[in-house]
């Protein structure tokens, strides 16, 4: 007789729901994490909803630079609300999630990880325009331009989690049905097929050079192009301004390649799931919840809109 989230199909069993195993399964450590997590939640949402609404608002932050950082906080929002939901309700004992379920959440974070990595190489490009080009920006950074590389954003990683989703839907899941992890992720999920994931490595390590090494280069040539840049400017004070405009961005940058390098690339080299746990949590989590404080607190021109938005705080 086939076991819960199990089912039996011409004598092979089926698996028709997973188990997250997410973190400690000590109840108080459990309370603990849930409160955490949920207010993390709540911030996460409310920084990038407000940075999304005073972008929206404000005709003074028009501008190519806050049309990208717009859609960094949405899908900042997609990702911690792709995770952050089914991880409350794991900490609440409900550990199973459906297959279909299953296959949502990886379709979702597939697209919102890879999303942000394209987005952060385009984002890159916008500086470097800024500061290496500044007269041509206008033209080099157009309204048309800007709607292009978001769009090419969207669309490349849509694909590509389409390609991994659709592979992954392909294969059998006949066995253990635990996933040691707090989220579907293509790496655990692919530990559990019992037929042959060769295709399914190859597009993941494709799609690792891609969006990982291809893009991280891609980035760090522009800062490249940057400090040589600002390192030319001969006033103090032109270079601190200069390097004002990108430091944010380059700080969220270094962050979030870190972690995902660390938890997509380096699993395989033998870190612990444990680690790769926490490390998950900072993409998944924190980045999303600290972005919009990098991103505003020492903006002028964000402070303002803000102060337009609600009168009363001044």
């Not at 997410?22 to 949402?45: T, V």
């Not at 609404?53 to 950082?69: C, E, N, Q, R």
């Not at 030319?232 to 405009?245: D, L, N, P, Q, V």
Request: with cysteine; charged share 10%.
């Amino acid at each position: 007789m086939a076991s819960s989230g199990q089912m039996t199909v011409s004598n092979q069993t089926i698996v028709t729901e997973f188990i997250l195993q997410g973190f400690s399964e000590a109840h108080p450590l459990q309370l603990a994490l849930f409160c955490i997590f949920f207010f993390l939640y709540i911030m996460a949402l409310a920084g990038n909803v407000l940075i999304v609404v005073a972008i929206g608002l404000d005709s003074g932050l028009h501008t190519p630079m806050y049309f990208f950082l717009a859609n960094l906080a949405i899908l900042d929002i997609g990702c911690t609300t792709t995770v952050l939901p089914k991880l409350l309700e794991n900490l609440a004992d409900k550990k199973s999630i459906s297959y279909v379920g299953c296959m949502t959440q990886l379709y979702f974070l597939t697209w919102f990880v890879g999303a942000e990595l394209l987005l952060f190489t385009a984002m890159a490009y916008d500086r470097y325009v800024a500061i290496c080009h500044p007269l041509h920006y206008t033209t080099m950074m157009s309204r048309m331009v800007c709607i292009l590389l978001a769009g090419n954003v969207w669309t490349i990683s849509a694909i590509n989690s389409s390609v991994h989703t659709g592979l992954m839907i392909k294969l059998t899941f006949c066995g253990p049905n635990k996933i040691n992890h707090f989220f579907c992720e293509i790496a655990t999920l692919l530990q559990l097929s019992c037929t042959s994931t060769y295709l399914n490595n190859t597009m993941v390590v494709i799609a690792d050079i891609y969006f990982a090494v291809i893009n991280f280069v891609l980035t760090m040539v522009s800062y490249g192009f940057i400090i040589c840049s600002i390192l030319k400017i001969r006033t103090t004070e032109g270079k601190k301004k200069a390097f004002s405009t990108c430091s944010s961005h380059l700080i969220v940058v270094t962050t979030y390649y870190t972690t995902v390098i660390y938890t997509y690339i380096l699993p395989g080299s033998g870190s612990s799931v444990d680690n790769v746990k926490v490390v998950a949590v900072l993409f998944t989590t924190i980045s999303p919840t600290l972005n919009p404080l990098i991103y505003t607190l020492r903006n002028k021109d964000f402070k303002t809109a803000l102060k337009k938005m609600f009168p009363f705080s001044e």
